[in-house]
């Protein structure tokens, strides 16, 4: 009968050993994620927002949040899927003796169109809503809101490729200022501090497949909730890592975009406020990673028309002005950059972009906020205030019968 030498008893030992910690270790980890699944612990790092594995983020479903708004409460509130709007049933029965044809709209933007420093009856969507139904044409009008804050053009593409439906119109809100950073994967960590989240299409694939700024880890985060709380625990103690700047506080961000600015000449005591007017270049002047953004943005766009000409809807691209657009605010901002603004580059662009599309029109918005700049000025915290939703709801009803009389 045989005998094992001494080194290879040592061997198996070591084997079995191995073999129930890796044993020991997949339980653990089985058992971690089973808890974290069932505890449900907060696994995003904001008060009102939710980690979303496909869009980034959206805000929390069914949430009541009151924010204070230049010296006035407003009341923030979500609907079941985590958008600031009512729940609205898509097979309501509008009450009467007699059943009024029910005509849609679905609405896709950023943080003007979440409209968080109004009531939710004040958005220029909910107006619009509104302005439709006073009209006696015999139908009743529906508006749907899914515009969440800090969403990049590819985040409102992927949602409508989720929530979308067949409508009779599509709107599609555009903040060209910010959006175009938003979109470009080479400007990540710059304009917010929620990139190491946001998806991207991908320039390496032509802009065909989405991407992130790590998507090894974002795979972590995607299909493990004790991955993604790890993570989230190990960055609130030591701070990001790799290519996830996830800056512990908006002034070290700003601190960190500012000086990025200035290593492209920008001057000025806002520089990286500057930085993005270079959105509003011709594409020989362009940043390059602006370039890439603005690529990008020219994808989103044109992938939401053809989902919506799908889908039957009339497509509206509502291209968003910022104050700094509008006379003579932009003149402080030209002195401190080393290229020419025009102010109204955007709207070509985009529509130029557009205009072999049938079906889509572009709601371009600068002139009528110059010639209202005594209504549109000053912003709310960056945004509309409310006089100004007041004002765009008005031309995106003008817009609608002008988009049905066309082909």
């Known amino acids: 009968m045989s005998t094992d030498s001494p080194e290879r008893s040592l061997s198996r030992r070591l084997?079995?050993?191995?073999?129930?910690?890796?044993?020991?270790?997949?339980?653990?980890?089985?058992?971690?994620e089973v808890m974290m699944r069932l505890v449900a612990p907060p696994l995003f790092n904001h008060e009102m927002r939710i980690y979303d594995e496909e869009l980034g983020w959206r805000s929390k479903p069914n949430l009541v949040h009151y924010r204070q708004v230049e010296g006035h409460g407003v009341r923030f509130e979500t609907n079941e899927m985590g958008f600031r709007d009512r729940n609205q049933a898509r097979n309501r029965v509008v009450p009467g003796e007699e059943q009024l044809p029910i005509r849609r709209i679905q609405v896709y933007g950023d943080s003007f169109t979440e409209s968080a420093q109004v009531e939710l009856h004040e958005s220029y969507w909910s107006l619009l809503r509104d302005r439709l139904n006073a009209r006696d044409d015999g139908s009743y009008w529906e508006v749907e809101s899914l515009g969440v804050g800090d969403w990049g053009t590819t985040q409102e593409v992927l949602a409508y490729e989720r929530y979308g439906y067949p409508t009779d119109y599509v709107i599609l809100q555009v903040f060209p200022l910010n959006d175009i950073v938003n979109n470009s994967l080479a400007a990540a960590n710059l304009a917010s501090s929620q990139d190491a989240y946001r998806p991207y299409l991908d320039p390496e694939d032509d802009y065909r497949s989405v991407t992130y700024v790590n998507p090894k880890t974002t795979w972590w985060r995607q299909h493990s909730r004790l991955a993604r709380f790890v993570m989230q625990l190990a960055t609130a103690i030591s701070g990001p890592?790799?290519?996830?700047?996830?800056?512990?506080?908006?002034?070290?961000?700003?601190?960190?975009?500012?000086?990025?600015?200035?290593?492209?000449?920008?001057?000025?005591?806002?520089?990286?406020?500057?930085?993005?007017?270079?959105?509003?270049?011709?594409?020989?002047?362009?940043?390059?990673?602006?370039?890439?953004?603005?690529?990008?943005?020219?994808?989103?766009?044109?992938?939401?028309?053809?989902l919506a000409e799908g889908r039957g809807a009339e497509l509206l691209v509502l291209v968003t002005p910022h104050n700094s657009q509008i006379l003579p605010e932009v003149v402080d901002f030209k002195k401190n950059v080393p290229f020419n603004i025009n102010r109204h580059y955007a709207e070509m662009r985009i529509r130029n972009?557009?205009?072999?599309?049938?079906?889509?029109?572009?709601?371009?918005?600068?002139?009528?906020?110059e010639d209202n700049r005594s209504v549109v000025l000053p912003f709310v915290q960056g945004h509309f205030n409310r006089p100004t939703h007041e004002l765009v709801a008005d031309r995106l009803a003008q817009a609608i019968p002008e988009a049905a009389e066309g082909p």
């Open 15 to 32: 084997a079995s050993t191995l073999a129930a910690s890796m044993v020991g270790c997949i339980v653990a980890f089985a058992a971690g």
């Open 241 to 306: 890592w790799g290519d996830e700047k996830l800056y512990p506080s908006l002034l070290e961000r700003k601190k960190a975009a500012d000086e990025f600015a200035k290593t492209y000449g920008i001057r000025g005591r806002q520089p990286f406020a500057s930085f993005l007017l270079n959105t509003f270049t011709v594409r020989p002047e362009q940043f390059d990673i602006i370039k890439v953004g603005w690529d990008a943005t020219d994808i989103a766009i044109r992938r939401f028309a053809k």
């Open 353 to 369: 972009l557009v205009e072999d599309l049938d079906h889509v029109t572009v709601i371009e918005m600068v002139k009528l906020f």
